[in-house]
């Protein structure tokens, strides 16, 4: 699957993001995260060893497809073009990591750890967020590189 840019990133990689910072953070692990299957969206045709969590939410429908930055308009309103009716939170997770604001040190276990970049974007997002702000409409755009 084509990897979605930093750009287009919208509720469900922001808050996926802010999920994955909060597992490292709160870690017992030197700042590596584990992810729990069961808390995030797996489509299980593309990630049938990921699906543990098909009993609670059943099969994938397309409308669990990943939101990106537009899906809601200016009223409100879904704009369709904008989501990715198969992609799931691991595609996600591989997003953030072809972004540079993650690593993904093992899919099969779930465990991730932050970048720098990741940490000063998820910082951005935090005060984003304690302004009011919602997933769907924080927005990366600093021009300073981060290695």
Not at 10 to 31: F, I, M, P, Q, R
Not at 55 to 81: C, F, N, Q
Not at 107 to 130: D, H, I, P, Q, S
Request: with cysteine; net charge negative.
């Amino acid at each position: 699957m084509k990897t979605v840019p930093i750009e287009d990133f919208g509720k469900d990689h922001w808050s996926l993001l802010a999920y994955v910072e909060t597992l490292c953070v709160d870690s017992h692990k030197d700042g590596v995260g584990e992810i729990d299957k069961r808390r995030i969206r797996t489509n299980g045709k593309t990630h049938p060893l990921h699906a543990v969590n098909r009993h609670i939410v059943g099969d994938w429908s397309p409308e669990y497809g990943t939101r990106l930055a537009g899906y809601w308009d200016s009223m409100g309103k879904v704009v369709p073009e904008r989501q990715i009716w198969p992609h799931d939170d691991w595609d996600c997770l591989n997003d953030l990591e072809a972004a540079g604001l993650i690593e993904v040190m093992s899919e099969a276990n779930g465990f991730v750890l932050m970048t720098e970049k990741g940490l000063k974007v998820a910082a951005a997002l935090r005060a984003y967020k304690t302004k009011g702000g919602m997933f769907s409409g924080f927005r990366w755009a600093d021009p300073t590189p981060v290695k």
